[in-house]
């Protein structure tokens, strides 16, 4: 029927956007942001470990040992922070995940971490 199709289709939208994921940047902050940062002399903040001018949002990452903008946690499964750039992408796998968990509940079928 068209409800397994469905089905198929979130899921492979689920993985490609879980690639994608782990391709981008979670919200960096780089030297040219410091720039534009002392150019329109916005109240950054200074990371001693970056030695670079950071946003108040930001929050050092030990693991990643970089700044990211907006950062959320750091993610063991991914490897890397979510932050201001990529937790939007995060989020949509998420609701894709919990949309196929209640078609599997709704159809009967097992959980998805049993089959």
Request: aromatic share 4%; charged share 15%.
């Amino acid at each position: 029927g068209l409800l397994p199709c469905i089905m198929v289709l979130l899921s492979l939208l689920a993985l490609c956007l879980f690639i994608v994921l782990l391709v981008m940047d979670p919200g960096t902050v780089t030297m040219k942001d410091a720039v534009e940062a002392q150019e329109e002399a916005v109240s950054w903040e200074w990371c001693e470990r970056c030695r670079l001018l950071k946003p108040p949002s930001a929050r050092h990452c030990c693991f990643c040992g970089v700044c990211v903008r907006g950062q959320h946690h750091h993610c063991v499964v991914m490897g890397q922070c979510v932050g201001e750039d990529n937790k939007n992408v995060l989020i949509s796998i998420v609701v894709i995940l919990l949309v196929l968990q209640l078609l599997n509940i709704s159809l009967g079928m097992p959980p998805l971490h049993t089959v």
